[in-house]
């Protein structure tokens, strides 16, 4: 089983920064497809953004312009840089990993992230 380890969440303010980050720590594990997906309250999980092997990338609507997605190759990380918060992206937020090979996918625990008005 591959654990991811995520950090990064919290409480902001609309207009706020945050950065999330998630890390595969076990350095046999490389993945093809790496994402940020939230779910807010009384609503299904919704994809955030995805970054492809090949650095390709995919945004909610609701995101784009404000939200950025980044890896890191050497260490199995994904990043999400939130920008400009807004209430409405007040969720928790998961990460998630597609192994190379095997197209398993892993799950990190959820952070909250919280915004104020």
């Known amino acids: 089983q591959v654990q991811l380890v995520e950090s990064g969440g919290g409480l902001a303010q609309a207009g706020e920064s945050l950065r999330l980050s998630c890390v595969a720590p076990?350095?046999?594990?490389?993945?093809?497809?790496m994402g940020w997906y939230r779910r807010a309250p009384g609503k299904e999980r919704e994809l955030v953004a995805n970054i492809l092997v090949n650095g390709d990338t995919n945004y909610a609507d609701s995101v784009k312009g404000r939200f950025t997605i980044s890896r890191d190759k050497r260490t199995t990380a994904v990043y999400l840089q939130m920008n400009n918060l807004k209430p409405e992206d007040t969720a928790v937020y998961y990460c998630?990993?597609?192994?190379?090979?095997?197209?398993?996918?892993?799950w990190g625990p959820g952070t909250q992230v919280t915004v104020s008005s």
């Open positions: 076990d350095r046999r594990f490389s993945a093809i497809v």
């Open positions: 998630k990993m597609r192994r190379a090979g095997w197209g398993d996918d892993f």
